[in-house]
């Protein structure tokens, strides 16, 4: 798996978006991208891994955790 360039994110309150250049792949190998964070949810942070073919993902993120919240990105392909 790649990871996609020029990733950025945004906060507003406990939303988080990411964003990401799209990733040219052929469509018989496209996959989508893969999303694996730790997040923090209910005080806690949690792990939270999501499959998307689009170039953006929004998910609930929470400012109270004592520890960070961290996340991968990857494109998915066939092979």
């Known amino acids: 798996m790649a990871s996609p360039l020029a ?3 945004v906060r ?11 990733v040219p792949l ?3 190998k496209r996959r989508g991208y893969l999303i694996e964070a730790m997040v ?7 792990p ?11 998910f609930e993120d929470e400012p109270i ?4 919240s961290s996340g991968l990105l990857y494109t998915a392909e066939k092979h």
């Not at 507003?12 to 799209?22: A, F, K, M, P």
């Not at 923090?40 to 949690?46: I, K, L, T």
């Open 26 to 28: 052929s469509d018989d």
């Open 12 to 22: 507003d309150g406990d939303e988080v978006t990411v964003s990401w250049d799209d």
């Open 7 to 9: 990733a950025t994110y």
């Open 65 to 68: 955790c004592d520890a960070p």
């Open 48 to 58: 939270f891994i999501i499959q998307t073919f689009a170039s953006s993902y929004t």
């Open 40 to 46: 923090c949810q209910d005080g806690s942070v949690v």
